[in-house]
C-alpha cells in the first residue's frame, strides 16, 4: 500500500536529457582519453584532465539519469501527515515533511 495520497515524479524526459548529456561527456572523454579520433588530444595535463574530467562527470550523470528512469524522484508528495517536499537536491536526500499543522491557508494561488 502506498503511503502518499498523491505524488509529483521527476519527469521521464529529464531523465532521457540526462542519460544523453552522461553519454556525451562519456564518450568525449574516452575518444580524449583514448581513441583520439575526433578530438585529437595532444599528452599534454590540461587534456588528461579533461578527458578523466568527462569521463568522470559524465559517467555520474549517466548512472544518476539511469538511477531515475528506474525509480523516477518524487518531488512533491502529499500524505495524512502533510506535504512533502524536494528541498535539498540529490537522488539520496529525504523529503521535508510540512504537517498539516503548519499550513495556515493554501488560498487561490
Not at 549517466?62 to 508528495?77: H, L
Not at 506535504?83 to 536526500?93: M, S
Request: proline share 4%; with cysteine; hydrophobic share 50%.
Amino acid at each position: 500500500m502506498n503511503k502518499f495520497i498523491f505524488q509529483i515524479k521527476l519527469s521521464r524526459l529529464l531523465n532521457v536529457f540526462f542519460l544523453l548529456l552522461g553519454g556525451v561527456f562519456f564518450l568525449a572523454g574516452l575518444d580524449m582519453a583514448f581513441f583520439h579520433k575526433v578530438i585529437s588530444a595532444i599528452d599534454e595535463t590540461g587534456y588528461v584532465f579533461a578527458a578523466w574530467f568527462c569521463l568522470i562527470v559524465g559517467g555520474f550523470v549517466g548512472f544518476t539519469g539511469v538511477q531515475n528512469c528506474i525509480s523516477p524522484m518524487t518531488i512533491i508528495a502529499v500524505s495524512k501527515r502533510g506535504i512533502e517536499l524536494k528541498v535539498n537536491p540529490g537522488p539520496t536526500r529525504k523529503l521535508t515533511l510540512i504537517p498539516w499543522e503548519d499550513i495556515e491557508d493554501i488560498g487561490q494561488g
